[in-house]
């Protein structure tokens, strides 16, 4: 089983519709972050989280908001979907910090918005 | 000026030669610099990191970093058509927390 998952893989939606894309691991790792992706812009982060109670703004939080449920778990919601926010989002995790920390990154999920 | 920039590419090259990818990065107290690798429509994957000057091997791939020009390298020795993806430099800033920013990245091409 892979050790970060994202759900859903793909999802189509309306403009001003509320979404929410979920991200799970088994690494046991204690930091969780979001990132989008759009054609060649690199990934941009979005929301990171270090443990359940942190909740930290990216370079580009404004329209989304996240909830860390569980250590296991972190979302990201659209509360009012716009079509500039059609975008590959990516889950990643990583460990303990420090330079040679490293991110592993879940599957991705294609979000589109009408 | 972008705090990661990359070429974006296409670099084009012959199966069994050498790819040469460079990414420079604006802030001078940037602590470790990091490859990924991505295939179209799938999830980077680290190649691997770097945070001392000089070189640094790990198979057919070798990251080069020169900290006073403040930039990173990445060679890919024997190409082959697998190696085809497109290659992102992300560098870690350092302060609180592991932030990495991501350049645009570099499509790499490997023709038979």
């Given at each position: 089983d892979a050790d970060v998952t994202q759900t859903p893989r793909n999802r189509i939606t309306k403009t001003g519709k509320r979404i929410m894309l979920e991200c799970s691991q088994t690494?046991?790792?204690?930091r969780m972050y979001w990132y989008r992706q759009d054609p060649g812009l690199g990934l941009r982060l979005i929301y990171y989280s270090f443990d359940v109670k942190d909740i930290n703004k990216g370079e580009i939080s404004d329209g989304y908001s996240v909830s860390?449920?569980?250590?296991?778990k972190f979302s990201l919601s659209l509360e009012s979907a716009i079509p500039n926010q059609t975008a590959l989002y990516f889950c990643a995790t990583s460990d303990a910090?420090?330079?040679?920390d490293t991110q592993y990154f879940g599957p991705g999920t294609r979000l589109t918005v009408l | 000026q972008k705090e990661v920039e990359q070429?974006?590419?296409?670099?084009s090259v012959p199966e069994g030669a050498i790819a040469s990818l460079n990414c420079t990065y604006?802030?001078?107290?940037?602590?470790s610099f990091f490859w990924y690798r991505q295939y179209s429509g799938k999830s980077p994957e680290l190649i691997m990191f770097i945070y001392s000057n000089g070189d640094k091997e790990d198979g057919r791939f070798t990251a080069q970093l020169n900290k006073a020009s403040q930039y990173v390298s990445l060679l890919i020795r024997d190409?082959?058509?697998?190696?085809s993806a497109t290659y992102l430099c992300a560098v870690n800033?350092?302060?609180?927390?592991?932030k990495l920013t991501f350049g645009g990245g570099t499509r790499v091409l490997v023709k038979p």
């Open positions: 690494k046991g790792h204690d860390r449920q569980a250590q296991a910090g420090g330079r040679t | 070429n974006s590419g296409p670099l604006s802030d001078r107290g940037s602590q190409s082959q058509p697998s190696d800033i350092g302060g609180a927390g592991n």
